[in-house]
């Protein structure tokens, strides 16, 4: 058997998959590609969502959207409409089976490897790589590399999203399936910022999720004592079946990005900063990056890693975190403003990386003008310490 590849995608999850997909569109121009994914089987792990804003890809594989949601702060509640922009929902088992159908039925040039871990990876003196696994050898032109840290500590990014999820089931019809919540702010959680998540896809179903974002990235079992009174709320203390569970770490401003000086080996997904730093959201920057990674193997031959975010998008980012993590006892008070004073449409523009520079006027005038104003002398001293670090650093090389 010939295993020598244009192509070895490393770790077949959303990233993996997503460039796979794409690459198949291309047809017979597709690139022979060998797929290698740890896990056995695929599960219906996770629920991916995004705004219906800017023609988003994949949205026609939606299992649910949204036309409203609430956002809670104590006594205080917002109700938005987003009919024009709604909440789109697609879950792990839709996406991974689609993609694989799909991938499979427009190019014949892919393998998809499972129960397969990668365990070395080295560049021979012919320029190509050399990956071994638990399974075999396989040689490649070039490489993808998606996987996940090995393992992760706090200080890998500026913070952290912490969360987990339960889909219940519940006897008497509680939920509305046209309107979820995004955040019912927690005002016991002291440590950074505490929420409740809540995506109802029936009267009587709904993915409940607790959310922290902090400094710590939190296990699920330390979430799980809150998500057990977000449930106990929820449910109005009726029993209910749990027929799913999820969570995550997600992180919030890399500090270190995966990267790679070699062209032919790049990295991609959740290390390689695909997580929009002020939401963790990732999903559609995959999709955006799988696209132009896809152009560019049929024009140039190459793989390309994700652009770096717009300058003035990264520096709101960039504010709003140091903000969230100077003053973690008023972020509540800084997203309740958020979605308050901001236009929806700029809001809904900001999380899905289309913000116009009028949009991050909005925002930037939404938020408390004396919290921003008091953090901005600390934020200051920090990117003045990192740019002076940056040039001694070059300096003494
Ligand atoms: C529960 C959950 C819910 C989320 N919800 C949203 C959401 O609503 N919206 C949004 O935008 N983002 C969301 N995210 C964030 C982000 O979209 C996902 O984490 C996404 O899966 C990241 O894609 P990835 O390819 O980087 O990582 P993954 O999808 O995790 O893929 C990495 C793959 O590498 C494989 N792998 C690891 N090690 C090896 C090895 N040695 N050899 C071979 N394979 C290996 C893993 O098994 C895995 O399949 C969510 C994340 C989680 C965890």
């Not at 991609?268 to 990056?289: K, N, T, V």
């Amino acid at each position: 058997m010939d295993k020598h590849y244009d192509l070895i995608i490393l770790g077949g999850g959303c990233a993996g998959l997503s460039l796979a997909l794409r690459l198949a569109e291309l047809g017979k121009q597709s690139p022979k590609t060998l797929i290698i994914e740890k896990r056995p089987a695929y599960s219906n792990d996770r629920t991916w969502c995004f705004w219906d804003e800017g023609n988003p890809a994949l949205k026609d594989w939606a299992d649910h959207i949204w036309s409203s949601f609430k956002v809670q702060f104590g006594d205080n509640q917002l109700v938005k409409n987003c009919r024009q922009n709604p909440y789109v929902m697609i879950s792990a088992q839709t996406f991974y089976a689609r993609a694989i159908q799909n991938i499979t039925a427009n190019s014949q040039s892919f393998t998809f490897n499972n129960d397969e871990s990668v365990l070395a990876v080295i560049k021979q003196a012919s320029q190509t790589w050399r990956i071994t696994t638990n399974m075999g050898v396989y040689t490649a032109n070039h490489i993808v590399d998606t996987r996940p840290a090995s393992q992760i500590n706090d200080d890998m990014s500026l913070l952290w999203q912490s969360f987990i999820g339960f889909e219940i089931e519940v006897s008497p019809d509680l939920f509305d399936a046209q309107q979820f919540t995004l955040m019912d702010i927690d005002k016991n959680f002291k440590n950074g910022l505490g929420f409740t998540y809540v995506l109802p896809v029936t009267p009587n179903r709904a993915l409940i999720e607790y959310t922290v974002f902090c400094e710590q990235a939190m296990s699920a079992s330390s979430l799980q004592p809150y998500l057990e009174v977000a449930l106990s709320k929820y449910t109005k203390h009726a029993e209910y079946k749990v027929l799913r569970k999820e969570c995550g770490q997600l992180p919030m401003g890399n500090k270190t990005v995966k990267k790679s000086d070699d062209p032919s080996y790049i990295f991609a997904g959740l290390y390689a900063g695909a997580a929009r730093p002020s939401s963790g959201y990732a999903f559609q920057r995959i999709q955006s990056w799988a696209n132009v990674c896809a152009h560019s193997w049929a024009e140039h031959q190459s793989f390309i890693p994700a652009p770096k975010d717009a300058a003035l998008t990264a520096i709101v980012d960039d504010i709003f975190l140091h903000v969230l993590k100077s003053n973690p006892a008023v972020a509540a008070t800084l997203f309740f403003s958020f979605f308050s004073k901001a236009k929806l449409i700029s809001t809904i523009r900001f999380l899905s990386d289309h913000a116009t520079i009028t949009d991050l006027g909005s925002i930037i005038l939404s938020m408390p003008t004396v919290l921003f104003l008091k953090s901005l002398p600390s934020y200051v001293k920090k990117r003045i310490s990192i740019s002076l670090y940056a040039s001694l650093s070059k300096s003494t090389k």
